[in-house]
């Protein structure tokens, strides 16, 4: 079975800072793992996608994440934050060619300080 | 593509009402998915559908939330007789086949719900 944590209900950074929202993840076999962004009022689209190729991911605006075996870890980051980030963030996990669905986590809301 | 279409955009309703939410997946997706999100509970799977046939509805609430799919274009969400606590908003979202070994997801904009 599958599952994420994301530690964090709610992240604030200040504009210009570093942004690193956290998931673990737990699978019986190898994963695949994703970060959706949702905005306000809207639904959810995703920002990157990790499928076993490389292991450092790049999405869309800016962002990227690392997948780290050994910590069963997937963190989001993006080096300087800009106020349009402001949204909630979920961390997602899948099992390939083995399970329909995708498992998601509880969002993290990141607010950007002015 | 014009991605996943969802109507309505918003409803209002009052308790004892039926509603229905309608979506459009993404021509060529053999999955689609109804997720209901809440402040409360976050983002909850519904029930699921692969080639039009419902494969899991573990996470419909109650008898009165029901879901079809009468073909590949075409998915409904009814909910009879609905309650205050239905209050949500209703996203649908696709993929393709599992076999792809792709199975990423494609959201629609959502339906606000609230019944008062």
């Known amino acids: 079975a599958q599952s994420v944590t994301q530690l964090g209900s709610h992240v604030s950074v200040s504009e210009g800072a570093l942004v690193l929202l956290r998931c673990n993840y737990s699978?019986?076999?190898?994963?695949?793992l994703f970060w959706y962004v949702q905005y306000p009022n809207q639904g959810l689209q995703l920002l990157l996608k990790?499928?076993?190729?490389?292991?450092l991911v790049k999405g869309i605006n800016g962002f990227e994440a690392e997948f780290k075996k050994s910590e069963t870890s997937f963190h989001l980051t993006k080096p300087s934050a800009h106020m349009s980030d402001a949204a909630e963030y979920f961390c997602a996990v899948s099992a390939p060619w083995r399970d329909d669905k995708i498992i998601f986590g509880k969002g993290t809301r990141l607010h950007i300080l002015p | 593509d014009a991605g996943v279409i969802q109507s309505p955009r918003h409803e209002v309703t009052e308790m004892g009402q039926e509603v229905t939410l309608r979506c459009k997946p993404i021509s060529g997706h053999d999955y689609l998915f109804w997720y209901r999100q809440t402040m409360m509970r976050g983002l909850e799977l519904l029930i699921y559908?692969?080639?039009?046939?419902?494969?899991?509805d573990s996470g419909m609430p109650e008898d009165r939330f029901s879901a079809k799919m009468p073909n590949a274009s075409f998915s409904t969400l009814k909910i009879q007789p609905s309650e205050p606590r239905d209050s949500a908003v209703y996203f649908c979202?696709?993929?393709?086949?599992?076999?792809?070994?792709?199975?990423?997801?494609?959201f629609g904009p959502g339906t606000r719900l609230t019944v008062l």
């Open positions: 559908f692969n080639n039009n046939v419902p494969i899991d």
């Open positions: 979202a696709s993929s393709q086949a599992v076999g792809t070994g792709d199975n990423e997801q494609f």
């Open positions: 990790y499928t076993s190729a490389a292991t």
């Open positions: 699978s019986s076999v190898p994963p695949y």
